[in-house]
């Protein structure tokens, strides 16, 4: 198979954890609960955590690079674990994938070294290993999570490996194959209740849609995807979800409701500081209203790329 590395934004826009997936979040393997937490590892954890949270990539990076180095100084391998595998979270959110790799290749050495259980990390190599194009390795990776003895996944990691493997399905064009994994994570999403994963449910039947040509449907299941990460407050998540959802109208020539997902897109962008980002989705959004010709929807979303702009010093 020819190796097809995906741009990081499209993996996680049609995946949903990250992409982040996807990503159990900065959570990572369990620390062992016997040991006391050494209170500069805990500082350092805690603040790559809000980092994390806020966005600030970078800055989460420094802060768990710094409990990394504490965790070995400590010699403490559930430590280690736990600081690599949030580092790996981080380098996937910058598109570093080889230094991600690495991380979780350390945090698996060493979670695996205390018989602890490596199913998290096996599920987010698989991911890595699809964003790298590399989608047999990602395959086997994800079965490994159901299979392996050191893996004791929870019903919420089963139900990520099915959604990953259907996704790695529309990565080459099977929607049968595709579909026939949506219908095992649909029989696990009813144990669990987890709005981001019935989200990702969502985001995994619009495509099966898009690869049908099957547009309106795909568009109705990313708005739904666009509700469920509202409510889980999940917003820079629900942006994409809203793109693809626009993407799928425009293919429907339902230029309207295509120019309304773009337009809320910006707002909610240009919201969370995004302002170059915001403007291209802006103009994406005035491109649709004008092909509708709805003179009051291109009113509004000038009066939002106005305001961006200004904010933006253009």
Known sequence: MKKRTLPLALAICLCGPAFY?????????????????????????????????????EQ????????????????????????AYNLAACWIRLNQLENARNSLDEAKTEISGIHGNIAEIQLVEAKVARLQGHLKK???????VLSSQESKPTEDLRLQVYLLRGQIACDEGDAAQAL???????????????????????????RIHLIKNE????????????????????????????QNAAEAYLRADNYSLAADRFFRAARSTFAQGQNSTAIKLG????????????????????????????ASGQ
């Open 180 to 206: 026939k994994e949506l219908q095992k994570a649909k029989s696990i999403a009813r144990l669990v209740s987890n709005p981001p994963l019935q989200a990702d449910i969502s985001a995994l039947a619009g």
């Open 60 to 83: 989460a990076v420094r802060f768990y690079q710094q409990a990394l180095r504490r965790a070995r100084a400590m010699d403490n391998a559930a430590q280690i674990g736990d600081a």
């Open 283 to 310: 103009h994406l959004a005035l491109a649709a209203a004008k092909k509708a010709k709805d003179q009051s929807v291109k009113i509004r979303v000038q009066n939002l790329l106005d305001e961006i702009e200004a």
């Open 215 to 242: 547009h309106i449907l795909a568009a109705r299941e990313f708005d739904s995807e666009t509700r469920l990460l509202r409510n889980a407050k999940r917003y820079p998540r629900m942006v994409r979800a809203l």
């Open 21 to 57: 997936l996807m990503l159990p979040g900065c959570a990572g393997p369990m620390p062992d609960t016997r040991v006391e937490i050494d209170s500069e590892f805990s500082r350092s954890m805690t603040a790559g955590r809000l980092a994390f949270d806020q966005g600030l990539i």
């Open 138 to 144: 990602a395959l086997m990776l994800a079965d490994q």
